[in-house]
């Protein structure tokens, strides 16, 4: 079957909304479906169009970029066409432009499936209010159009800002995660006699790294950071001057790795003894890199957040916190520490809850059906 994806950043950008419709293009690519996907092209250097992993990419050239979106006449004449050589049609939200695939979806009589990722949650400031309403409104209009609505569970969808609208279309299934594969038989990220602490994702304001930094104090003095991932997300450079500011504040105990390649992931787990996820808001709705860390046995400490909380009810594998709480942190993770062979006992369960052919069924199901 001919599935269009539409999402306003592809690989190589490096998000969970990202990684996410990635994964779930991949595995249907696999299993024979013709995949292919409409995003920005959010960096000039790369192609217009390129196959990745069987999954053929369109990219439209913007005009200008607004906050963390683009305005693009491009996307709408590749909409036009993309979506009339389709027959389903799956939108990752929050998107602005996701509106005009689902609005085409309606008109050449395609099923269109939306995928709802996370509530947006913008620094401080009148231009982030302004581009949060559109935001939200462009969302509805997809949402609205769309004839089922793919979230986490029922945890995250009843908080969210616009998903209770939606109840009746609603449907639940977990994120594609593939389980990290190890390149080397050595702890390459590690030092001997160190008790790493790890996080993995976009030096992004919700991700509240500076309360796992400032939580260091308080923690066994043999441990140590290791903060892996993009550190020059989009429209996020005031918040990584304060967190490098907070890194060097830190000294060796902190290490920012930048980008750790897809194909080594599993040694990075590997030297974790705890993978650490301090977000504060909305914007992170689940962390599919604590069920990575999960599968490789290691346990979690996150926020109790909608969403964020289910992976360690699910599992048993850690314990949750309350946001922006750093004394709570360091409890939480001294406490696995002292009793760490019980926290690591979900593994097995992680395995199945999440188990990657299952998850993928259910989509192409909903999908394709």
Known sequence: MRILFSLTYYSPYISGLTNYLRNLAEELAARSHQCRVLCMKHDASLPVCETINGVGI????????????????????????????????VIGLPQAEGFLPAILGKVFRKKVTAIYLCDVVLPQGILNKIATVILDVCNLVTLSLADKVVTYGADYADSSRLLPHFR????????????????????????KGK????????????KGVEYLLEALNAIDPRTEVLIAGPTEPAGEQAYKERVTKAVRRAGRKVKVAGVIPEGEMGDFYSCLKILALPSVNATEAFGMVQVEAMMCGVPVVASDLPGVRLPI??????????????????????????????YRMGKVKAEEVFDLKKIIDRF??????
């Open 58 to 89: 369109i990219r439209a050239v913007p005009l200008f970029k607004v906050s963390k979106g683009f305005l693009s006449l491009d996307f709408a004449v590749k909409s036009v066409k993309s979506v009339r050589e389709s027959e389903r049609i």
């Open 313 to 342: 009810r699910e599992t048993g594998m850690g314990i949750t916190v309350p946001p922006k709480n750093p004394a709570a942190l360091a409890e939480a993770i001294n406490e696995i520490l002292n009793n760490y062979d019980s």
């Open 168 to 191: 009746k279309k609603l449907v639940y299934i977990y994120p594609p995660v593939r389980k990290p594969q190890r390149s080397t038989g050595t702890a390459k990220y590690g030092r």
């Open 364 to 369: 192409e199901k909903i999908i394709t059906g």
């Open 195 to 206: 008790l790493l602490i790890g996080m993995a994702g976009r030096m992004a304001e919700e």
